[in-house]
């Protein structure tokens, strides 16, 4: 398991493989729809929501623009309360920072706090390299881990897995990873966390390094912020000697009071609560609390390429809610494995081909794991107009162009494979600069239309595998208007 | 008042009849119709799949065709946002490649006389009830660049409640994508016909005889779906409906 996820298949034959498994459709659907229509009511219920989602699509702009100095202010509020800070410049380096600072504690464990940041670079797998071991303490996060699985939804990792499958999960593998499962596990919700509470409770009492990311980082203060369900993030946070925090550098905002913003948005948002349960803040280190160490580790990773792209750098106002998920049609069929990313659905369709680039077959089938139906743009606390940034990206796939890569200004070449969609594009484009040659293209075919196959060839054939072709009419429009002067002459 | 019918590529090539329909409905209304033989494609094929630089010269033809007009009406939700959405868009980006003002300038004037046909029919010429008769039951399906790109509202369903002799029933999920999505339903066909099937089993639960749409591109899918799954039900534009009368109606 990697968190790059190389070497996935393209995103239309991993979705379809998705699309046939029927246990999976149907767990997303229930939960997909459950948490979707919560989430509608709990935004209904603010009556400035509409103001709410722009302020926090400026505050993140504005920081954005500005994202440099913010940095820097936030390196000298956590330095002087006490912290380290450590920058990598890409996830090897931000592994290689992590390992360090474990192997300087003399320990070989640590306890994880659920982070994107740190799957993205693959952390856990890159600790493990270094004989170190890393338990995910989130409910959702440690059924992935023990089931060898990878995480197919931002908030709920575990989305495509039933109560009876984790179940499974938890008799088997939980003894392997410390205290085994207690015997006649049933699948009722009760029990399963109970007996997850007894699991994770022996690691939280024995680890002295705790791993997180962050939600937000206040450059005023030097503040990070962690807003979670269930607790077992605080402990993480509040129990080990060492802490050390894995944070993509575009989770800053300037000062204290533009967390209000967010602490609305957010946690409505992501699991339809008015305020998450727990919301854990804390600043370097306090003497005689919490842990004696705390290390900084920003994370670049893509992300000031992605700031260089005009279109593209709105994906990084990203809050990481899920709201775009839930309510995805695609994601809802084809399931967060199939998007090769710790980002799927919508947002993991942009964010990932610009933090790792067009390259890849996965990559490059990104931008096209959409309809553009615009609902995730619609629910997007932070207004990314992800279609925008979709169809942008296609168009770096198709016709290459300018890009920021590893700092460097360079002309990306069109993605491979595309070459008879582009000479088909161009030729539509000249026909229907003429519209002489479309008529008698229309004409043409009109008058050859009983010949015409009811199944296409070559690509058009995945059409014509699953749904009829409607059949020409004997005249286009432009014909009988001509002929009959708009039907003021005979029919 | 004189206005220009934009019907679309795919209308006039595959759809005729309901060119047809806007021409019998808008006349019908004391508008005169014309179809400028000039007009070929908006260009939301080319500019959605990232052929953006193909799609320009289409904008700039578009605007050219249509520039004398009072208004533009167009049968098609996503065509209508394509202009009104995705021209000034277009402008802006030529103007941020330092390519100058030119195309933003020549697609300004034809953007805000640009309508949907529903929209049209309610904003410019004040009317919900067209004097309509279509004696069957029907649901409506909100298509995704109607509803959210040009914010449609209810003024489809404000037009249909008012035609004569239609029932007209609730779609569950109508706000759900069906699935076509131009190359989309190509490019990641099983994704697009999962949607598809949801779309047409949820429109067959209401026991209508007819789902309506205004955008034929996603009928054509939809309807395609129906065909292949044997559904008891049937495609149809809203034009056709608004067309239909007692002593000319439409199926
Ligand atoms: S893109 Fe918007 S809706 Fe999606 S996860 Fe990020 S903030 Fe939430």
Redesign the pocket.
């Known amino acids: 398991m990697s968190g790059t996820f190389v070497g996935m298949p393209a995103f239309p034959e991993a979705a379809r493989a998705a699309v046939d498994d029927a246990t999976l459709r149907g767990n997303l659907r229930h939960a997909t729809h459950t948490i979707r229509a919560k989430r509608a009511g709990a935004v209904a219920e603010l009556a400035d929501w509409a103001e709410l989602r722009e302020a926090g699509r400026r505050i993140k702009d504005h920081t954005l623009r500005h994202l440099d100095r913010y940095l820097e202010q936030l390196e000298a509020s956590v330095t002087a309360a006490g912290g380290t800070v450590h920058w990598a410049a890409d996830a090897d380096e931000a592994n290689r920072i992590v390992a360090r600072l474990v192997e300087e504690t003399g320990e070989s464990e640590v306890v994880k706090v659920k982070s994107m940041a740190t799957q993205e670079i693959g952390l856990n797998e890159a600790l493990e390299a270094e004989g170190i071991r890393a338990y995910e303490t989130d409910l959702a996060e440690l059924i992935v881990q023990l089931g060898k699985d990878r995480p197919s939804h931002?908030l709920v990792p575990a989305i495509h897995r039933n109560r009876g499958e984790i179940r499974e999960i938890f008799a088997h593998e939980m003894a392997a990873w410390g205290r085994p499962a207690p015997e006649n596990l049933t699948d009722t919700p009760a029990d399963l966390a109970e007996a997850a509470r007894l699991h994770l409770r022996e690691k939280f009492l024995r680890a002295r390094v705790g791993v997180s990311g962050a939600n937000f980082m206040v450059a005023e203060t030097g503040t990070l912020v962690v807003v979670e369900s269930e607790g077992n993030g605080r402990m993480c946070l509040t129990l080990p000697e060492t802490l050390i925090s894995v944070v993509g550098i575009e989770k800053i905002v300037p000062t204290w009071r533009d967390l209000e913003v967010f602490l609305q948005t957010l946690p409505r948002?992501s699991t339809a609560e008015r305020m998450n349960p727990y919301t854990s803040m804390w600043t370097g280190t306090t003497d005689e609390d919490g842990p004696r160490a705390f290390h900084l580790v920003l994370l670049d990773n893509g992300r000031t390429d992605a700031l260089a792209d005009q279109v593209g750098r709105q994906?990084l106002?990203?809050?990481?809610?899920?709201?775009?998920?839930n309510v995805c049609p695609v994601y809802e069929r084809a399931g967060g494995h199939a998007y090769g990313s710790v980002y799927p659905?919508?947002?993991g369709a942009i964010l990932s081909p610009q933090l790792r680039g067009t390259g890849s077959e996965i990559d490059a089938s990104l931008p096209y794991a959409s309809s553009l139906c615009g609902a995730?743009y619609e629910?997007?606390?932070?207004a990314?107009d992800?279609p925008e940034v979709l169809v942008h990206l296609r168009e770096r796939v198709v016709e290459g162009g300018p890009a920021v890569r590893g700092g460097n200004k360079v002309v990306l070449r069109p993605a491979k494979g595309h070459a008879a969609e582009r000479a088909a594009m161009r030729a539509a484009a000249w026909a229907f600069g003429h519209p002489g040659a479309l008529g008698t293209g229309q004409r043409l075919a009109s008058r050859s239309r009983r010949l015409h196959p009811r199944t296409l060839p070559g690509p058009g054939r995945a059409w014509s595998h699953t749904r009829d072709l409607p059949t020409l009419p004997a005249e286009p429009f432009r014909d009988w208007w001509q002929r009959t002067r708009g039907g003021k002459d005979a029919k | 008042m004189r206005v220009a019918l934009f019907l679309t590529c795919v209308n006039d090539t595959l759809y005729p009849e309901t060119g047809k329909a806007v021409v019998r409905l808008l006349t019908r209304l004391g508008v005169e119709v014309d179809f400028p033989m000039g007009q070929t494609c908006c260009g939301q094929a080319h500019y959605n799949t990232g052929y953006r630089h193909e799609a320009e010269p289409l904008a700039r033809r578009f605007a050219e065709v249509f520039g004398e007009y009072e208004a533009v009406v167009t049968p098609s939700g996503s065509c209508g946002a394509m202009v009104r959405e995705l021209y000034p868009r277009m402008g802006e980006r030529a103007r941020a490649e330092g390519r100058g003002d030119s195309l933003a300038r020549t697609v300004a004037p034809v953007v805000p006389k640009t309508y949907e046909l529903t929209e049209f029919l309610v904003d410019v010429l004040g009317v919900t009830d067209v004097g309509a008769w279509y004696p069957h039951t029907v649901t409506y399906h909100p298509t995704c660049h109607g509803l959210r790109g040009l914010a449609l509202g209810d003024r489809p369903r404000r037009l249909l409640e008012a035609v004569a002799g239609l029932d007209l029933v609730e779609l569950p999920g109508a706000e759900e994508c069906c699935g076509f999505g131009g190359t989309f339903a190509v490019k990641n066909a099983a994704v697009s016909a999962a949607m598809g099937t949801d779309k047409v089993r949820s429109a067959e639960s209401t026991g209508a005889e007819v789902l309506c749409a205004a955008d034929n591109s996603c009928l054509m899918h939809i309807g395609g779906t129906m065909t292949r799954l044997r559904a008891g039900i049937r495609p149809v534009h809203i034009a056709e409906i608004l067309a239909s009368t007692e002593e000319d109606p439409a199926l």
């Open positions: 931002i948002s994906a106002r990203c809050i990481r809610c899920s709201a775009c998920l659905g919508p947002i995730c629910v997007c606390p932070v990314i992800i």
